[in-house]
């Protein structure tokens, strides 16, 4: 009995944190989606409107056309960070020169703030100084301008996304991957079985935890990516990059409506948790039957 009040008094500071950053601001801010409030307006008063903004979210094709392009710049850069990243973590697992160079090489853009890393992509891709527009030119006759270019804009802020988080993929899929026992593959080398079926059978099953760990934590980042495609876009041209945390920010900030926008931010968590729940099942189903077979 005394151990347990010992275990809860030395928790009792993470879970005041936890309240006190998660619980208490995420409740104003289900409190305030059902209320019309402009603290800079005419009448800074809070008026209770129901689920008004709720309703309003269902017409507003600025915010359905937000989703759209967050869920596909979420889905090509989380796939393209999982098979690049494993693809890169299966090399490192191999002996070469100058391997613990290029694995420091690789991690670096991890430590680099992404409202930096979009500085420096929008320097890259700017058409008169960038580097990039430069070589495209030269080399292929492309003039890149993601300032007019929507589909440019958009493929840009994916590879930048991918460059920037593809080494915490590596990283843990890498952790994965050394972590595993040599038993199975020295048995299915024995037994003749190809790479693919290895793969398949043996390294995809033991390291889907780590996958499912490292989709979770990408897909979340990228549902509510802003610094990055802020600073290289600004969310154009037009909305071809007006992801939903950008949309967010514009309806609160520039726009001052508060209710709206949380309503907003209420909507894309509870899609967030839905999203993450539905690949944890799609993910952990399978084989969950697969026990209960035998």
């Not at 269902?58 to 494993?86: N, P, Q, R």
Request: include cysteine; proline fraction near 6%.
């Amino acid at each position: 009995m005394r151990s347990n009040k010992v275990g809860w008094l030395l928790l009792a500071p993470t879970i005041i944190i936890l309240a006190t950053f998660g619980i208490v601001p995420f409740v104003y801010v289900l409190y305030v989606a059902f209320h019309q409030w402009n603290p800079f307006g005419a009448s800074p008063d809070m008026i209770f409107n129901g689920a008004n903004n709720f309703r309003r979210l269902v017409f507003d094709k600025a915010f359905l056309t937000a989703i759209w392009y967050t869920l596909k710049f979420a889905f090509f850069a989380v796939a393209s960070e999982v098979v690049i990243g494993y693809l890169l973590a299966q090399l490192f697992m191999k002996e070469f020169p100058g391997r613990g160079f290029f694995r420091t090489i690789h991690t670096l853009p991890l430590i680099v703030a992404p409202i930096v890393v979009g500085s420096v992509w929008r320097l890259l891709t700017t058409p008169s100084i960038g580097i990039i527009p430069y070589y495209l030119n030269a080399w292929f006759g492309y003039e890149l301008n993601i300032g007019r270019d929507a589909g440019a804009a958009f493929v840009l802020t994916v590879i930048m996304d991918i460059w920037h988080w593809t080494p915490l993929v590596t990283l843990t899929l890498l952790a994965a991957l050394v972590s595993l026992p040599k038993e199975p593959f020295e048995q299915a080398q024995i037994d003749g079985a190809s790479r693919w079926q290895v793969f398949w059978h043996i390294t995809l099953p033991m390291i889907r935890p780590a996958i499912l760990a490292t989709v979770f934590i990408r897909l979340m980042d990228a549902l509510r990516t802003v610094d990055e495609v802020w600073m290289l876009t600004g969310g154009g041209p037009g909305a071809a990059t007006r992801y939903i945390g950008l949309h967010i920010w514009k309806v609160v900030f520039p726009k001052t409506d508060y209710g709206y926008g949380s309503a907003i931010s209420v909507i894309v968590l509870y899609l967030t948790l839905v999203m993450c729940w539905i690949l944890y099942v799609a993910l952990v189903a399978p084989r969950t039957r697969k026990k209960r077979t035998f």
